[in-house]
Antibody, heavy 120, light 107 residues
Framework: QITLKESGPTLVKPTQTLTLTCTFS??????????VGWIRQPPGKALEWLAL???????RYSPSLKGRLTITKDTSKNQVVLTMTNMDPADTATYYC????????????WGQGTLVTVSS | DIQMTQSPSSVSASVGDRVTFTCRAS??????LAWYQQKPGKAPNLLIY???SLQSGVPSRFSGSGSGTDFTLTISSLQPEDFATYFC?????????FGGGTKVEIK
């Protein structure tokens, strides 16, 4: 059974850097075809894809946020870390991580999500 | 970027109704389309991938169809647990993009 769980601060101040950790089980990020992605959802709004890291060291980022995002993986710890710099109140959202299967290009399953509020 | 447009943005329906909503891509996406259901306060749940493949464990009343730029999700007989918001995701090209969602409400 694949599970993922996000962790990190619930409140950050504007201009600060957000660091979120996705801890997963039930799969290995060294297995061909596997990835972990980050997606966010502002309150009451649609989903927005942020970043994706693959088994083979490839990484992809949302162009609208590129420059602010860094995604890294620790295969031995079964963790993926997303950092987002220069946080703004507009970045207030629930942040999800999700398992990615390249052969069918789908996110499944997702973590429960973590709400991050950006406020001074 | 590929824009994903979902319609309608909301629909009111009754238990037992057949409901269909659409997702239109701004360019062809080679059937790399997934549908997700999301209930309030919960993470999205995968229903359909590759435009028409039913995810394991998802009831057969859900079906997906379409190709190229136009895709549909159909619920053949709406059940009480189906009242939720539905999102599409295109995975043909980066950046991956989601539709704005269709909310299914009780009539």
């Amino acid at each position: 059974q694949i599970t993922l769980k996000e962790s990190g601060p619930t409140l950050v101040k504007p201009t600060q850097t957000l660091t979120l950790t996705c801890t997963f089980s039930g799969f290995s990020l060294s297995t061909s075809g596997v990835g972990v992605g980050w997606i966010r959802q502002p309150p009451g709004k649609a989903l927005e894809w942020l970043a994706l890291t693959y088994w083979n060291e490839d990484k992809r980022y949302s162009p609208s946020l590129k420059g602010r995002l860094t995604i890294t993986k620790d295969t031995s710890k079964n963790q993926v870390v997303l950092t987002m710099t220069n946080m703004d109140p507009a970045d207030t959202a629930t942040y999800y991580c999700a398992h990615w299967l390249q052969q069918v290009r789908r996110f499944d399953p997702w973590g429960q999500g973590t709400l991050v509020t950006v406020s001074s | 970027d590929i824009q994903m447009t979902q319609s309608p943005s909301s629909v009111s329906a009754s238990v037992g109704d057949r409901v269909t909503f659409t997702c239109r891509a701004s360019q062809g996406i080679n059937n790399w389309l997934a549908w997700y259901q999301q209930k309030p306060g919960k993470a999205p749940n995968l229903l359909i991938y590759s435009a028409s493949s039913l995810q394991s464990g998802v009831p057969s009343r859900f079906s997906g169809s379409g190709s190229g730029t136009d895709f549909t999700l159909t619920i053949s007989s709406l059940q009480p647990e189906d009242f939720a918001t539905y999102f599409c995701l295109q995975a043909n090209a980066f950046p991956l993009t989601f539709g704005g969602g269709t909310k299914v409400e009780i009539k």
